[in-house]
């Protein structure tokens, strides 16, 4: 079964620092791969979505994140971070049964403060 | 758009009542599904709609959960009877499903805050 990590549970970084959230997946082919970004009592907002070709793929709000299939990585990087970026990152695997279910795995996600 | 639309937003409730949840999917999104978010399991899958046929139920977690989409643009998830376990938020989330070329993008609703007394 598919899984994913997220092994960091809270990073805090000042602002106008860079930053990397660190994801991991398990699953034996290439999946879907996103972010979603979640606010305080908000729902979950996509912040970008790899499904093949060009490994570095750019989000909103100036996010990126690059999969490495060798390491089984989708980490989310920004190089400057700002105040309203503190929220809650999950990252998601995306994968199909063999009965053609679609399934959407989250890791636990990455708390994100932001020190003015 | 509206994007996805769920009510209502908070939902106190005392044990052994029943609960209904409901769900308006994006305008043309054909695949439809449920999540639940808590802090000591995360999010979770409950269950997924595909043009308007439940496909993949395996994450309810009991038989006093169940979800019904009697059309593209609504679906519900009851819980009969509530139990405080059942405290969490739940999330709808919609896609389209376009055969081979699917995006499968989810896009999701603001969720609604259950808290079973």
Not at chain 1, 31 to 37: A, E, H, K
Not at chain 1, 47 to 67: C, M, N, P
Not at chain 1, 85 to 92: G, K, N, S, T
Not at chain 2, 17 to 34: A, M, Y
């Amino acid at each position: 079964a598919q899984s994913v990590t997220q092994p960091d549970i809270h990073i805090t970084v000042s602002e106008g620092a860079s930053l990397e959230l660190r994801c991991n997946y398990s699953y034996g082919a290439t999946p879907y791969l996103f972010w979603y970004v979640q606010s305080p009592g908000q729902g979950l907002q996509l912040l970008l979505k790899y499904f093949s070709g060009d490994t570095l793929v750019q989000g909103i709000k100036g996010f990126e994140a690059e999969f490495k299939r060798s390491q089984s990585s989708f980490n989310l990087r920004k190089p400057s971070v700002h105040w309203s970026d503190a929220a809650e990152y999950f990252c998601a695997v995306g994968t199909y049964s063999g009965a053609g279910s679609y399934q959407l795995t989250f890791g636990k996600g990455t708390k994100l403060s932001v020190i003015p | 758009d509206a994007g996805v639309i769920q009510s209502p937003r908070h939902e106190v409730t005392e044990m052994g009542q029943e609960v209904t949840l409901r769900c308006k999917p994006i305008s043309g999104h054909n695949s439809l599904f449920w999540y639940r978010q808590t802090m000591m399991r995360g999010l979770e899958l409950l269950i997924y709609f595909n043009n308007n046929v439940p496909i993949d139920d395996s994450g309810m977690p009991e038989d006093r959960f169940s979800a019904k989409m009697p059309n593209a643009s609504f679906s519900t998830l009851k819980i009969q009877p509530s139990e405080p376990r059942d405290s969490a938020v739940y999330f709808c989330a919609s896609s389209l499903k376009a055969g081979g070329a699917s995006t499968d993008t989810q896009y999701f609703g603001p969720g609604t805050r259950l808290t079973v007394l």
